[in-house]
T-cell receptor, first 111, second 112 residues
Framework: RKEVEQDPGPFNVPEGATVAFNCTYS??????FFWYRQDCRKEPKLLMS???SGNEDGRFTAQLNRASQYISLLIRDSKLSDSATYLC????????????FGRGTSLIVHP | DADVTQTPRNRITKTGKRIMLECSQT?????MYWYRQDPGLGLRLIYY???????NKGEISDGYSVSRQAQAKFSLSLESAIPNQTALYFC???????????FGPGTRLTVL
């Protein structure tokens, strides 16, 4: 079983829709959680960190559920420019802060 | 100017050739990483370095070697390239004690 799992999609939604992605992780010692965004053939870039209390950045909301070992990303009012692959990233305790990347979820927002 | 640069950006080579991919950074970060990305497999860690004297194997180090020439430079070598090393290769940096990684633009390598 892969440490970090995501539904690859693609999620195909119209502009203005709300879409949510989940990501599950297998190691209960995981301590830090992030969402990265990757545009086609480009480098990944940090979208947002995920905190236990949940956090919001504009149209984006991230949630962490430690009991069920998953994190989520909610995008409201989808824009065409949100089309990308969203990577779930998890680091595990031990001090090295080496991240493990999920395979990514593809989002396509259409007019 | 980009903070993390990679050269070359694209390379086509033949089986058995030695290839070096280079990464340079101006962010002043101690930690540097090499990943490969394949369709459907996500990013996989090849090697990482926490400082000039510290080199560690990642998830898929077989067939690769690295050199940390300076704080700012981290090179990845394929001693004898094979077709299944065809992939998109990313270099990344981070600061100690943090997890955010800053990626270079990637090198698209094709081994024929």
């Amino acid at each position: 079983r892969k440490e970090v799992e995501q539904d690859p999609g693609p999620f195909n939604v119209p502009e203005g829709a709300t879409v949510a992605f989940n990501c599950t992780y297998s190691n209960s010692a995981s301590q830090s959680f992030f969402w990265y965004r990757q545009d086609c053939r480009k480098e990944p870039k940090l979208l947002m960190s995920v905190y236990s209390s949940g956090n919001e950045d504009g149209r984006f909301t991230a949630q962490l559920n430690r009991a069920s070992q998953y994190i989520s990303l909610l995008i409201r009012d989808s824009k065409l420019s949100d089309s990308a692959t969203y990577l779930c990233v998890v680091t595990t305790s031990g001090g090295s802060y080496i991240p493990t990347f999920g395979r990514g979820t593809s989002l396509i927002v259409h007019p | 100017d980009a903070d993390v640069t990679q050269t070359p950006r694209n390379r086509i080579t033949k089986t058995g050739k030695r290839i070096m991919l280079e990464c340079s950074q101006t962010k002043g970060h101690d930690r540097m990483y090499w990943y490969r990305q394949d369709p459907g497999l996500g990013l996989r860690l090849i090697y990482y370095s926490f400082d000039v004297k510290d080199i560690n194997k990642g998830e898929i180090s077989d067939g690769y070697s690295v050199s940390r020439q300076a704080q700012a430079k981290f090179s990845l070598s394929l001693e004898s390239a094979i077709p299944n090393q065809t992939a998109l290769y990313f270099c990344a940096t981070s600061e100690p004690g943090t997890t955010e990684q800053f990626f270079g633009p990637g090198t698209r390598l094709t081994v024929l």
